[in-house]
């Protein structure tokens, strides 16, 4: 089923000004970009974004992280594009990811890991709609 994912190139891609090398990792794997805008998140909105994990104790340097500088917010589109993408970005801790990953490739550190992907359809959905309104995408 064709599906959409919510991604989040994060600002250690951006201020190392590296996002186009990953957008080709992400368009060679087959997910399209089909919504793309660039923003620097609030603490509102950041805080918002990342409320599951507001117990964990890495939420505070999460929320400092992601608002240090700009992110580029995307909608992505594929075959299975949730666990596509997932794939894609590789485990969390670029220490554990497999080669040819996003993380692999690119991520510094377990916190400064390039990129957010959707973990569920449901949340693909809930975080789209956060951050672009339906007209915007352009599948
Ligand atoms: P994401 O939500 O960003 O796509 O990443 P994920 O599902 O692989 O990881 P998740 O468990 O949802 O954690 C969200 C983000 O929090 C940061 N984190 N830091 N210091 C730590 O132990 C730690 N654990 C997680 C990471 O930036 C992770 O992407
Ligand atoms: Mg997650």
């Known amino acids: 089923m064709t599906e959409r994912t919510f991604s989040i190139l994060k600002p250690d891609a951006t201020r190392r000004n590296i996002t186009g090398k990953i ?6 794997a087959g997910l ?19 409320e599951v994990h507001a117990e964990r104790p890495f939420y505070g340097e999460l929320v400092a992280q992601m608002t ?8 992505l ?8 993408y997932r794939e894609v970005m590789g485990a969390t801790n670029p220490d554990n990811a497999a ?4 993380r692999k490739l690119f991520a510094l550190s377990i916190g400064e890991n390039s990129v957010h ?23």
């Open 32 to 50: 399209r970009i089909v919504a793309q805008r660039r923003v620097h998140l609030t603490d509102a909105q950041a805080k918002k974004f990342y």
């Open 99 to 102: 080669e040819g990953t996003i």
């Open 23 to 28: 957008n080709a990792v992400i368009e060679e």
């Open 117 to 139: 992907g959707s973990d569920s359809l449901e949340n693909a959905g809930i975080e789209i709609a956060q951050f672009f309104k339906d007209e915007d995408i352009v599948g």
């Open 68 to 75: 240090a500088e700009p992110v580029v917010v995307q909608v």
């Open 77 to 84: 589109e594929a075959e299975g594009a949730v666990a596509k």
